[in-house]
């Protein structure tokens, strides 16, 4: 098992606590097993990224988008980003965080049809 970088933990709980609103509404949805039963952790670190929200288990990354990411800047460290993680063998679902705020059901919805078609991929 990979040693744990004390900084970068602390760095991931730092960011649980600062978490927006979008990523709050988005693990309201996903913690303690509410999606078909799996675990997801949130503000973990991959590689040299923390990711909102992970399912080891599944290889599912779930990232909640602010306006910073809708900029051709945010688009292409996106890009970079979610190359990585799938070099890495993890599918990436990215959520726009104003629709967490529109249609949180819509939202629910849409990750408990991408965790199922990812489980059947997996498992």
Known sequence: MARRDPERVAFAREQRKQANEFA????QMLRARKILGY??????????YTVDFVCLELKLVIEVDGKDHMTEA????DQRRDQL????????MRINGYDVA?????????????VALRAEEVL
């Open 24 to 27: 709050q509404g988005v693990w």
């Open 39 to 48: 675990k997801f952790r949130r503000e973990h670190p991959i590689g040299p």
């Open 74 to 77: 945010g688009k292409q460290r």
């Open 85 to 92: 993680l799938h070099r890495q063998g993890f599918d990436v």
């Open 102 to 114: 529109r249609d949180d059901q819509a939202v629910r919805t849409q990750i408990e049809s991408i």
